[in-house]
């Protein structure tokens, strides 16, 4: 039987693997990418901003990668940066719930809508800024216009995951699972 752990405190890591219970009553497996243990205790010791980047830059390669590669299937680059851009998202979701933010205490469902309105905005504001550029003076390197997109749409993100996304509920905060 796996160790069953309280839901831990907004920016504190889950060590160690274990089995977490979620408000919701759901394992949550801490070690669910399979990442090694002294892989795993060394990125915890991280600062969650540094994690945060981390996860961005996988991210951010995963967009350029993804954008570079299908642009045969579709002709134009706004287009492209939209298939691009849901594929990024999908893996630093994995990602940030596993090495970056600690549960916040929510049923999965209303994290996730949480993560899912940050995403669309810090998303936004990347594609806005993708686009204003790709269209204007980058229309030449659509990739840097990617990477200046991503750049400002980070502080965004960081902040509003922070924030609101993974916020940690009042009866998490006094170490109390909601039933």
């Known amino acids: 039987m796996p160790e069953v752990r309280p839901v831990a405190a907004a920016g504190s890591p889950v060590r160690g693997g ?7 009553g759901n394992e949550l497996d801490a070690g669910a990418l399979g990442v090694p243990g002294r892989v795993r205790r060394l990125v915890e010791r991280l600062p969650r901003p540094l994690r945060f980047l981390g996860v961005g830059g996988i991210g951010l390669a995963t967009d ?3 954008f570079t590669a299908i642009p045969q299937h579709l002709d134009h680059p706004l287009a492209v940066r939209l298939v691009s851009l849901a ?3 999908l893996v630093t979701w ?3 719930r596993a090495v970056t933010f600690a549960r916040s205490g929510r049923r999965v469902h209303a994290e996730a809508m949480r993560y899912a309105v940050v995403t669309a905005v810090a998303q936004g504001t990347s594609y806005a800024v993708f686009a204003v550029l790709v269209l204007t003076v980058l229309g030449f390197l659509p990739q840097a216009a990617t990477v200046i997109g991503a750049a400002i749409a980070a502080i965004v993100s ?7 996304a993974f916020a940690p509920t009042a009866a998490t905060r006094s170490g109390v699972i909601e039933p």
């Open 94 to 96: 994995q990602l940030n």
């Open 18 to 24: 274990g089995v977490v219970m979620s408000a919701a």
């Open 87 to 89: 594929v990024a998202t």
């Open 64 to 66: 350029l990668a993804v």
């Open 158 to 164: 960081y902040n509003g995951h922070r924030l609101y």
